[in-house]
Nanobody
Framework: QAQLVESGGGLVQAGGSLRLSCAASGRTFSSYFMGWFRQAPGKEREFAAAISWGGGSTYYADDVKGRFTISRDNAKNTVYLQMNSLKPEDTAVYYC???????????????WGKGTLVTVSS
């Protein structure tokens, strides 16, 4: 059974950094595009970042571009999201997800993790 497990969330002050991890198991996730989505309280889930199979291409939502960096280590079946210069509006549950190929949309993913909460205080 394929499984994605996020970790690394927590409480951080505005301007701080966090690194999220997503450990994948049960599938060869090197053959999947991997993405991070987020859902703030009272809002719909939205795309944040994605990375191609081998990690050669990355994609970001406009509001995280330049602050977040997605990466992957296929040998460890793990995807990361380095988040810098965090803002209170980044507060959300962050979800890891996988799909065979693009596009990566909230309604089109093959696998989801259960999420990890990131809270940014002002």
């Amino acid at each position: 059974q394929a499984q994605l497990v996020e970790s690394g969330g927590g409480l951080v002050q505005a301007g701080g950094s966090l690194r999220l991890s997503c450990a994948a198991s049960g599938r060869t996730f090197s053959s999947y595009f991997m993405g991070w989505f987020r859902q703030a309280p009272g809002k719909e889930r939205e795309f944040a970042a994605a990375i191609s199979w081998g990690g050669g291409s990355t994609y970001y939502a406009d509001d995280v571009k330049g602050r977040f960096t997605i990466s992957r280590d296929n040998a460890k079946n793990t995807v990361y999201l380095q988040m810098n210069s965090l803002k209170p509006e980044d507060t959300a549950v962050y979800y890891c997800a996988a799909r065979r190929g693009p596009p990566l949309t909230p309604n089109g993913m093959d696998y989801w993790g259960k999420g990890t909460l990131v809270t940014v205080s002002s």
